[in-house]
């Protein structure tokens, strides 16, 4: 059944709130999924903080227009092929993508299309390689180890040198004077 034209407006009024309080936007290709997948989808990246709408070009194509989220390039959903979902980014837009990503490894008829990450487009591949970047956990305990290696090599070095005076004193103390 159609919708109403308020309930049309009421759709652009609540994509142009999501566009304006997401830190990114990711528009992917659902045509395929199933209803169920779709609601798992849903369940999935409200976990990372995120929503996923899903409506009808035209309307999303009105929602982007009152709002500029790009720098430089205009963002059109018409000329985006199959069912249009938007994920809006809340919190943190890597790990909002990352589940997102993690969706499209068990089901192939999910696809990325484009995204906006701090006003900049970015295609399919760069959405990709975003999305199989460590976490920010990660990425800092690498940190960690890093900055910690050359300290803890210096301690390496001094506690060798120790550890051979120690052995040379040991073995001299051990040994019995020749009688000679």
């Known amino acids: 059944m159609p919708k109403s034209r308020n309930q049309k407006q009421k759709t652009v009024v609540e994509l142009k709130e999501n566009l304006e309080k997401a830190k990114s936007i990711v528009f ?3 045509q395929g999924l199933k209803a169920k997948d779709l609601v798992a989808l849903r369940r999935q990246v ?3 903080q995120a929503n996923l709408k899903v409506a009808k070009k035209t309307l999303i194509d009105l929602a982007l227009k009152e709002t500029s989220r790009t720098k430089g390039k205009s963002l059109k959903a018409k000329e985006m092929s199959g069912e249009v979902a938007v994920l809006f980014a809340l919190e943190d837009p890597i790990k909002a993508l990352k589940s997102l990503y993690e969706f499209s ?3 192939e008829n999910l696809k990325f299309i484009v995204g906006v990450f701090d006003g900049l487009l970015v295609e399919k591949d760069g959405l990709l390689s ?3 970047l460590p976490s920010k956990e990660e990425l800092l305990a690498k940190l960690v180890g890093s900055l910690n290696s050359p300290v803890s090599g210096l ?7 120790i550890k051979g005076l120690v052995f040379v004193l040991s073995s001299i103390a051990g040994k019995k004077p020749d009688k000679s």
Do not use: E
Not at 155 to 161: D, P, R
């Open 130 to 132: 975003l999305a199989q």
């Open 28 to 30: 992917a290709d659902i």
């Open 46 to 48: 409200k976990k990372a």
């Open 155 to 161: 301690l390496n070095v001094f506690q060798g040198n």
């Open 105 to 107: 490894k068990t089901h």
